[in-house]
């Protein structure tokens, strides 16, 4: 049992209570992912905008919007950035200890949100650029969030509710997504009853009013506002047990941490200690040894999160597109600039308030009733069931009586998207992997997740072009529609059911047990 063979302080978080701390540890590490989903999507919703102000042309019959190539690297130069940030920072966790890193990567989210917001230049090239350069390094911050607090938090829960607990930070997400709606359609709202304006059909030129510029730039910033709030208390968290006791050897340090935090004398077992990590033997990551204790689990956790946000990265960052293909959202000429923020807000907050939260929450009710095999496996399933039933009859769903079937359906993939891999792929890589890798290997799969979201957010652009070359947008070849492209998302969803038999359950079982270090 683990309980005989684990350390005292390991042993003694394994069994601890719920307590405050439990609670803290959620807030402080939650409210890094709440920002980190506010700055990921919120730029979905100002991409219209953006064209209006940048790009307009004197004489079209259609709003400005961003050339493709721009369009791309606004909305995807930030995912680039995270995907060098989960690799960078969960290599670094694993070297320098979780708390040591942990603080820096809040400092650059916040620092380069704000930049982001003040993206300057003459003329339209030089502010894309400028926000470009800033909302890369933000991504890279983002990045290093995702290894090191689901590392921190499964390390510090105990066996019987980590799931839930892991599960709890990354449901952060939903109301970062949340309030990226809820801000930008009340900043909207109020500018527009401010600033009257008419439509682009009415006047082109009086519908984008200048104070636009402020609302974007303003919608932007705000993200570093909640992380500000706990930097102090990431900087005072101790290092966890785990990394002090079996990477950095020092079991009294260890027990001392853990002694504070859970109020109780424990004792340091230095040789005990030694013992244990020299039995796990000194194989490096990628070594043979590795690969043959964790290659396949390596497989299964970066294929399962590669093969999600590639369907789930795509939805999200072209909802608006999506709606607008089914009337959801009015044609942009019949909306003033601020009308049409208002109404893409509107679409994302009510898709986050019916299905992404509650999604979430079913996750951390559930994880550890009835573990993160049959969550992931049930939400790829149904995934995939309701992605076809979307795609197939796709022009049913087109259909003004049909429109809000489509949207019911559309808010269902997402919600066992959410309650399914979108959480799990978080959840399970914190647990599986020996301490000295774990981080490591958790940017590796976040990595391979993010890699993902880049294909699904540059290819489904172009692929959901329609057919007809007449009714491609500016700057766009013809594609498959929008139709085929969900049938494609559809059969990616299936993959990823198959690729989840490689993952292990590890539903209350110790970190040590899970990973073979006892």
């Known amino acids: 049992m683990a309980g005989d063979s684990n350390l005292k302080v390991l042993n003694a978080l394994d069994v601890a209570k719920t307590q405050w701390y439990h ?177 682009y059909e009415a006047d082109p030129f009086a519908s984008t009013i200048p104070q636009a510029d402020y609302l974007w730039r303003v919608v932007l910033m705000v993200g570093a506002l909640p992380a500000l709030l706990t930097f102090y208390w990431r900087l005072k968290m101790p290092e966890t047990a785990r990394y002090t006791a079996l990477v950095a050897k020092d079991a009294k340090r260890a027990a001392a941490d853990m002694a504070k935090v859970l109020h109780e004398d424990i004792e340091a077992e230095q040789q005990k200690t030694d013992a244990m990590v020299s039995r796990q033997g000194g194989y490096d990551l990628f070594s043979k040894e590795f690969l043959h204790r964790h290659g396949l689990h390596l497989l299964g956790t970066t294929s399962t999160w590669f093969l999600l946000d590639i369907a789930f990265y795509s939805q999200n960052l072209f909802q608006k597109d999506i709606f607008s293909a089914i009337g959801w959202i009015p044609p942009a000429q019949t909306m003033n600039a601020l009308q049409e923020v208002y109404t893409i807000a509107r679409a994302q907050t009510l898709i986050a308030l019916c299905s992404t939260v509650p999604g979430y929450w079913f996750t951390v009710a559930l994880i550890d009733v009835i573990g993160r095999f049959t969550i992931q496996l049930s939400g790829f399933f149904f995934m995939t069931v309701f992605m076809f039933a979307l795609a197939i009859p796709y022009h049913h769903w087109t259909q003004p009586e049909h429109r809000i079937g ?95 038999f490689l993952v292990p359950e590890t539903k209350g079982k110790s970190l040590e047990d899970v990973s073979g270090e006892n």
């Open 406 to 500: 489509f949207v019911v359906m559309y808010s269902l993939t997402f919600f066992f998207a959410n309650f399914g891999p979108n959480a799990t792929t978080f959840v399970v890589p914190a647990e599986i992997f020996p301490a000295r890798f774990r981080s490591t290997c958790h940017g590796i799969s976040a990595a391979a997740g993010k890699f993902g979201a880049i294909i699904g957010a540059f290819g489904f652009q172009l692929l959901a072009q329609s057919q007809d070359p007449e009714k491609v947008d500016a700057g766009y070849h013809s594609g498959i529609g929008v139709k085929n492209s969900l049938i494609v998302l559809g059969v990616v969803n299936l993959l990823g059911l198959l690729f989840t």
């Open 23 to 199: 609670f803290t540890a959620i807030i402080i590490a939650g409210m890094g992912f709440f920002t980190d989903a506010y700055d990921l999507f919120c730029i979905s919703l100002v991409t219209k905008m953006l064209g209006r102000i940048y790009y307009h042309v004197d004489g079209s019959p259609k709003p400005g919007s961003l050339p493709p190539n721009v369009s791309a690297a606004v909305n995807g130069v930030a995912l680039c950035g995270t995907l060098l940030g989960q690799l960078f920072f969960g290599w670094l966790g694993d070297k320098m200890g979780r708390k040591k890193v942990y603080g820096l990567t809040l400092m650059i989210m916040c620092i380069c949100s704000i930049a982001s917001g003040l993206s300057f230049g003459r003329d339209a090239k030089a502010v894309m650029a400028t926000l470009c350069f800033f909302r890369f390094w933000l991504g890279f911050g983002i990045g290093g969030d995702y290894p090191l607090s689901a590392t921190i938090m499964s390390e510090y829960a105990n066996k019987k509710t980590r799931g839930a607990f892991i599960a709890a930070v990354f449901a952060m997400q939903g109301f970062g997504i949340l309030a990226g709606g809820i801000f930008a359609m009340t900043l909207s709202a109020i500018f527009n009853a401010i600033f009257k304006s008419p439509s």
